[in-house]
């Protein structure tokens, strides 16, 4: 019987490479989105995954900022899939680009609730379905999406870096805690990667920001999908972050 994944913001991006992959793995995928209109998106992610390799997907419209919203995917995917869940990859994130005089308490609460709180809530609600199911032979993996602004700082984004440090440290102090009961806890802190965002910047402001790489590109979805992989199939691995990044910040 195939495994059960949760993935937050899966309907596009990093989310939806991962949601891809674990597919790919043979998990069954519970894919969480937001908005009314990624539903779309994440109903084509879904039947995708079910078309090429054969698992059950689950699509759950969320907002993870919020406990009781969280309470509702957790719920939905017990009832669905049972009371073991193999994976939880918390990915869902925002930005706000601002900087720290013009932002609004509204807008960086909404940062933190977004990109650390929800990570807090699914990790606190998931955590009994994993508890009374992992052993060392049968781990269960929580894979938490921080970024390199959450190891460095960057201009604009105080919110932000604030919430994937807080990201790092929550998932350091997890792996420690649950660390010998079957439960790995670790973190992915992606670089500069092509999506939405990216590709909505002109081609030479593009090639200014591939030559700050080292590497001299910028990475792809699917670097971050791998990464995640070689997470959950790494049984002695916990507590760390790996970090694509073409060499962009080096730890």
Same mark, same amino acid.
């Given at each position: 019987?195939?495994?059960?994944?949760?993935?937050?913001?899966?309907?596009?991006?990093?989310?939806?490479?991962?949601?891809?992959?674990?597919?790919?793995?043979?998990?069954?995928?519970?894919?969480?989105?937001?908005?009314?209109?990624?539903?779309?998106?994440?109903?084509?992610?879904?039947?995708?995954?079910?078309?090429?390799?054969?698992?059950?997907?689950?699509?759950?419209?969320?907002?993870?900022?919020?406990?009781?919203?969280?309470?509702?995917?957790?719920?939905?995917?017990?009832?669905?899939?049972?009371?073991?869940?193999?994976?939880?990859?918390?990915?869902?994130?925002?930005?706000?680009?601002?900087?720290w005089i013009d932002i609004t308490?509204?807008?960086?609460?909404?940062?933190?609730?977004?990109?650390?709180?929800?990570?807090?809530?699914?990790?606190?609600?998931?955590?009994? /379905?994993?508890? #009374?199911?992992?052993?060392?032979?049968? $781990?269960?993996?929580?894979? *938490?999406?921080?970024? =390199?602004?959450?190891?460095?700082?960057?201009?604009?984004?105080?919110?932000?870096?604030?919430?994937?440090?807080g990201v790092i440290g929550m998932?350091?102090?997890?792996?420690?805690?649950?660390?010998?009961?079957?439960?790995?806890?670790?973190?992915?802190?992606?670089?500069?990667?092509?999506?939405?965002?990216?590709?909505?910047?002109?081609?030479?402001?593009?090639?200014?920001?591939?030559?700050?790489?080292?590497?001299?590109?910028?990475?792809?979805?699917?670097?971050?999908?791998?990464?995640?992989? /070689?997470?959950? #199939?790494?049984?002695?691995?916990?507590? $760390?972050?790996?970090?694509? *990044?073409?060499?962009? =910040?080096?730890?």
């Amino acid at each position: 019987m195939a495994h059960t994944a949760i993935i937050t913001g899966g309907s596009r991006g990093l989310g939806a490479a991962m949601a891809k992959k674990l597919g790919e793995m043979g998990y069954n995928v519970v894919l969480a989105f937001h908005s009314a209109s990624s539903q779309k998106l994440t109903e084509e992610v879904a039947a995708e995954i079910e078309e090429k390799y054969g698992v059950e997907t689950l699509i759950v419209r969320a907002d993870v900022s919020m406990f009781e919203e969280c309470e509702k995917l957790v719920q939905a995917t017990i009832d669905r899939f049972g009371d073991k869940v193999s994976v939880l990859v918390n990915n869902a994130g925002i930005t706000n680009n601002c900087n720290w005089i013009d932002i609004t308490p509204d807008q960086y609460q909404r940062v933190i609730a977004t990109n650390l709180l929800s990570f807090m809530h699914m990790t606190h609600l998931v955590l009994p /379905y994993m508890v #009374n199911h992992s052993s060392k032979e049968d $781990q269960c993996n929580i894979v *938490n999406i921080s970024s =390199v602004g959450g190891l460095t700082g960057v201009i604009n984004q105080a919110d932000y870096c604030a919430s994937k440090a807080g990201v790092i440290g929550m998932s350091r102090a997890l792996a420690l805690e649950y660390a010998g009961k079957g439960i790995r806890v670790n973190c992915i802190a992606p670089g500069m990667i092509m999506t939405d965002m990216l590709r909505g910047v002109n081609q030479d402001e593009l090639n200014a920001l591939a030559a700050t790489i080292p590497e001299g590109y910028i990475g792809g979805v699917e670097d971050i999908a791998d990464a995640m992989e /070689y997470l959950l #199939n790494a049984n002695y691995v916990t507590g $760390q972050v790996v970090s694509p *990044n073409g060499g962009f =910040v080096m730890q």
